[in-house]
């Protein structure tokens, strides 16, 4: 399965988004990006596609405008083996953190072939940090995939090695079910599933909000579902994408500084013993389109993705 490399926008120091194509002319993205000052070496994030497009269409992802259908394990395989070469041609992946967020493009419970690719990470790419990240909206009818999600992680990912997350948002289910405009799991149902999937030395099952100015979140809902002793809150920043703006939603942090939380999120969590996170990446990735939500091929014009594809042959061709 090939795929050919049309264009590549960002800054090595940071992130780097690579848009590829398939053979069918479906169109991907994936991305590479370090932590400075933390170099490659230390940690290394590769963010893959599993989807072209997204059915979810929640209303802060610009991923989920359309969607044609689901990359094969050869072609999910094929970007990850692109950024290995790149960097590690010997195969020898050489950082104490290798992780791989399958969360470019598409909810990944929407392709079962990813768990074939889970299954075979550990062997095709001879790393110790290897660290597979999951995140899920929890479609409704994913219980197969992700049950079977539990027994791959207690066979090959064990004491830490797998980092699984839930992106809810927010404790209002209105709001929830808006801004995830799909049938999903109730808090209930994600309790009980993490009650099943997290064993003693895993690491702690994140809840992740893209925390918009005025989306409630209720520590006491949190509490009645989600014990602190399995789940520590992630608390990101909506990224400027395109549906973002169109549906007016502004993100509840910028910076990341804890003088931007008016409501005291963060102190009430962690007097609930929540473990908090504020997780916002380098800036800079806002203007490079690398973030969570981004696309790049929906902030440029087609003709620049033309030109991009048509400029020259350097276009690189990888395939496995």
């Not at 072209?52 to 992802?61: A, S």
């Not at 990224?239 to 931007?260: Q, R």
């Amino acid at each position: 399965m090939k795929l050919k490399i049309i264009a590549t926008v960002g800054d090595s120091k940071i992130a780097t988004v690579h848009i590829a194509k398939t053979k069918e002319d479906k169109y991907l993205e994936f991305v590479e990006s370090v932590q400075p000052p933390l170099l490659r070496k230390d940690k290394w994030v590769l963010i893959v596609s599993v989807l072209f497009g997204c059915p979810v269409g929640c209303l802060m992802c610009d991923a989920g405008s359309s969607f044609y259908g689901k990359l094969s394990k050869d072609e999910i395989f094929a970007q990850i083996d692109y950024l290995v070469r790149l960097h590690y041609p010997q195969g020898v992946i050489d950082c104490k953190k290798f992780k791989i967020q399958f969360a470019r493009m598409g909810e990944p419970t929407l392709n079962s072939g990813l768990l074939e690719v889970l299954e075979e990470l550990p062997e095709r790419y001879k790393c110790p940090g290897l660290l597979p990240s999951f995140s899920t909206v929890a479609p409704d009818g994913c219980d197969d995939f992700l049950s079977k999600l539990i027994a791959i992680k207690n066979n090959l990912y064990s004491k830490g090695k797998f980092q699984m997350q839930f992106s809810i948002h927010t404790t209002s289910q209105d709001l929830r079910n808006k801004l995830i405009p799909i049938k999903k799991w109730d808090f209930a149902k994600i309790a009980d599933y993490c009650e099943r999937f997290y064993v003693a030395g895993d690491k702690k099952i994140t809840l992740n909000f893209a925390l918009a100015k005025d989306s409630p979140v209720c520590v006491r809902e949190l509490k009645k579902y989600f014990s602190p002793e399995i789940f520590i809150i992630k608390i990101t920043p909506v990224n400027p994408t395109i549906h973002a703006t169109n549906n007016d939603i502004e993100s509840y942090f910028v910076a990341g500084a804890l003088e931007e939380d008016k409501n005291n999120f963060v102190e009430c969590l962690q007097d609930a013993g929540y473990e908090v996170i504020i997780s916002v990446g380098n800036l800079e990735e806002n203007k490079i389109g690398s973030n969570c939500g981004q696309y790049v091929r929906a902030r440029l014009p087609k003709s620049e993705v033309y030109d991009y594809e048509h400029q020259n042959n350097k276009q690189s061709i990888i395939g496995v």
